[in-house]
Every structure is written in C-alpha cells, then in structure tokens.
C-alpha cells in the first residue's frame, strides 16, 4: 500500500507557472506507476497524465497542449507535474493516483488533491 500527498497549489496568475509535487510513502515507490488527474469546479474527475516505473510518459493531449510535464524522482519517492503559462480553465483540484506495477485507467491509490486556482 502507498499513501499520497500532494502540494504546490495555490492562487495564481494566468501565464505562471507551478510545480506540483506528490510524495508517496514507503519504499516501495518503484513499484508503482503514477499518474496526476484534475477536477474543475461542476466537471468530472479528467485524465491528465501518467508516468510508468521506466518513466515512460503518457499525455491526455487535449488537456496538457503542450504546457505540462511529469517526472518521477525515485530518490526522493516523488512524482512532479510541471504546468506552464497557466491558463483559467486550469483552475481545479489535482489529484495524484498511483497504480502497482502498470498503469491503470482507475488506479488503486489517490492522495487528496491540491487546489490550483489561476485568475485571469
């Protein structure tokens, strides 16, 4: 089992930038798959990206367009989404998710969201 615990969001302009950070527990990190997923106000829970145990990177190119990159630090247990020239419909709780072994569509573990607000 992996506990997941997400930071970096907050309140900020359109066309900043912010890293988001989920630290995960134990020493099993290398076991799992990651991935990060958001949730706008009023909209269903979408798929923004995931990251293999080899760091094999996988995109929902409607939402990224460009603007957002994973990465996986295993020394320090933690998986990052960088989000570039944030726009308003950024705004959302995201949420990171990993999954033992391979990816999966609706993974077994989630940390519990941090809110990105962007004004406009």
């Known amino acids: 089992q992996v506990q997941l615990v997400e930071s970096g969001g907050g309140l900020v302009q359109a066309g900043d930038s912010l890293r988001l950070s989920c630290a995960t527990s134990?020493?099993?990190?290398?076991?799992?798959?990651m991935g990060w997923f958001r949730q706008a106000p009023g909209k269903d829970r979408e798929f923004v990206g995931s990251?293999?145990?080899?760091?094999?990177?996988?995109y929902n190119a409607d939402s990224v367009k460009g603007r957002f990159t994973i990465s996986r630090n295993g020394a320090q247990n933690t998986v990052y989404l960088q989000i570039d020239n944030l726009k308003p419909e950024d705004t959302a709780v995201y949420y990171c998710?990993?999954?033992?072994?391979?990816?999966?569509?609706?993974?077994?573990?989630w940390g519990q969201g941090t809110q990105v607000t962007v004004s406009s």
């Open positions: 134990g020493r099993t990190f290398s076991l799992y798959a």
């Open positions: 990251i293999t145990r080899s760091g094999t990177i996988t």
């Open positions: 998710a990993a999954n033992r072994l391979v990816w999966n569509a609706s993974p077994d573990y």
